[in-house]
């Protein structure tokens, strides 16, 4: 399952969402149920991209970066349902976000 707390910070609508690694085969840890992600509207992270999946819900997505050790935050794109697994995040490079509609970005952090 998963639970969804929302916050405002600077001007941007932020979601946090968390998943249940229980959800996930073979990575349960304990004391370590939850992975979290804050959510950011129309927003895209360049140039930090890995993998990209095409075709896939947002939930797996969420649940791909959750396996990859590596996988810091997404972009996920509504339209063509595109997956882009990211190696940093907004948090470490600011200044590499930028406006995209209809894309959604996920960095895996408390929020």
């Not at 910070?9 to 992975?35: D, W």
């Not at 590596?70 to 600011?94: A, F, H, Q």
């Not at 200044?95 to 894309?103: E, P, Q, R, W």
Request: with cysteine; aromatic share 8%.
């Amino acid at each position: 399952m998963y639970s969804i707390t929302f916050r405002k910070m600077a001007n941007t609508l932020v979601f946090c969402v968390f998943l249940e690694k229980a959800l996930i085969p073979n990575q349960q840890v304990p004391g370590q149920s939850l992975t979290s992600y804050c959510r950011m509207e129309n927003t895209v992270l360049s140039a930090h991209t890995f993998r990209t999946h095409g075709g896939i819900t947002l939930r797996s997505c969420l649940l791909m970066c959750t396996e990859e050790s590596w996988c810091l935050s997404i972009n996920y794109k509504n339209s063509g349902r595109v997956c882009e697994l990211n190696d940093d995040t907004d948090v470490c490079k600011p200044n590499d976000l930028t406006d995209m509609d209809d894309v959604i970005h996920y960095t895996r952090r408390e929020c």
